[in-house]
């Protein structure tokens, strides 16, 4: 019971900080954020942190039990095109808890990008490289902060892997490098190329 509590805690806080990331500069949440990591009982702390869900959780909790990549919507609050975005949490047994997932989501102008989302927030728009590792491929990836702190966004060459050499893998090894101590996982990439063509499919009008 307790393990299951744990990984949806894991579930819901990933929604949250990757919300947080969609539209931080127009609807900054991240004092509640904040508010609710430090809570103290486990339950207290999910059941706050599902209030900084965007509308319909129930909706997205359902998806998420059926779809390992959760398709999820998120409204403007500037009345612009809503934020899309697809989102694999971490493995939990093999990632550093500051580690909370992957997320693809629609670019403002055209496209996709692709984020790591963040339990520790960094710095907002500092520049980090992240070493990924996929099969016998590593790569360094120099990439920047989001404005919320809450996310990496990694550059143009992530976005093309996740049409060609991301679909044929089974998951991606991360290690962004700090200097406060540096934030490593593992991601399964399964079912990403299904995802992914979804989601490009489901992108507002550029």
């Known amino acids: 019971m307790a393990l299951a509590i744990s990984l949806t ?3 819901v806080l990933f929604l949250a900080v990757a919300t947080t990331s969609v539209f931080a500069q127009a609807n900054d949440i991240s004092k509640d954020f904040e508010r609710c990591k430090a809570i103290a009982d486990d339950r207290a702390r999910l059941n ?4 900084l869900l965007p509308a319909d959780p129930n909706k997205a909790a359902a998806s998420a039990a059926d779809d390992s990549w959760p398709l999820v919507r998120t409204p403007n609050p500037r009345g612009g095109p809503e934020a899309v975005a697809i989102m694999r949490t971490a493995d939990t047994s093999r990632s550093d808890p500051d580690l909370a997932g992957l997320m693809i989501r629609c670019a403002e102008k055209h496209g996709l990008e692709v984020l790591l989302a963040l339990v520790r927030p ?3 728009r500092a520049k980090r490289d992240v070493v990924v590792t996929g099969g016998t491929s590593k790569s360094v990836l120099h990439a920047e902060v989001s404005s919320s702190g809450t996310a990496i966004v990694l550059p143009f060459e992530a ?3 996740t049409s060609g050499p991301w679909q044929n893998l089974k998951e991606l090894i991360v290690t962004i490098n700090d200097s406060e ?3 490593s996982g593992a991601i399964s990439l399964e079912g990403v190329a299904a995802a992914t063509a979804r989601l490009t ?3 507002p009008p550029g």
């Open 122 to 124: 960094l710095p907002p």
């Open 48 to 51: 706050c942190l599902k209030n």
């Open 181 to 183: 101590g540096s934030i």
């Open 9 to 11: 805690f894991r579930a």
């Open 159 to 161: 976005t093309a892997l």
């Open 201 to 203: 499919a489901n992108c």
